[in-house]
């Protein structure tokens, strides 16, 4: 858990993340985090049933109120979620656990300040990559950097 090699494992091969506890408030850090990997490629699936039966969903994406329910909608476009990023006090990440197992995940992630031992090593043992107590988004610029900026303008030379 945590080793480099892991974290740009899933970076690099998880592009659909499921982000349990998103915010439709831009303040938010499950918003912010969220909008700066949309931008660099990720299909964002918001998890939060306070806005599943919102049709402005967040960051332009439907919400859905349960992984589960989010696995079966996405089904439709051939979608699997390999990333199950959580944004939910640590107390509460033991039953997403139990679902990104379930939903067959590739990875979990549990975002800065959020850990639990327990939820973590119930999902290495099921076979998922686990990152915890780390930002998506800083381990991202990190590890990745501006290399896999999709949208990036190729770099400009200014000559004299």
Not at 33 to 62: C, F, H, W
Not at 117 to 139: I, N, R, S
Request: with cysteine; charged share 25%; hydrophobic share 45%.
């Amino acid at each position: 858990m945590n080793e480099r090699a892991t974290l740009q494992r899933i970076l690099e091969r998880d592009r659909v993340i499921a982000v349990v506890g998103l915010s439709n408030r831009p303040h938010r850090p499950s918003y912010s985090v969220s909008a700066y990997m949309q931008s660099r490629g990720y299909r964002i699936v918001p998890i939060n049933p306070k806005y599943s039966n919102d049709t402005a969903g967040v960051l332009g994406e439907r919400c859905f109120a349960t992984l589960t329910e989010a696995v079966a909608a996405l089904a439709d476009e051939g979608l699997p979620i390999d990333l199950v990023n959580v944004f939910r006090r640590p107390e509460e990440v033991m039953p997403v656990a139990d679902e990104a197992v379930r939903i067959k995940a590739r990875s979990l992630w549990l975002q800065l300040g959020v850990i639990n031992y327990v939820a973590a090593e119930h999902a290495e043992a099921a076979g998922l990559d686990v990152a915890m107590d780390l930002c998506v988004k800083v381990e991202h610029a990190r590890i990745l950097g501006a290399t896999h900026h999709q949208d990036s303008p190729a770099p400009r030379i200014l000559r004299p």
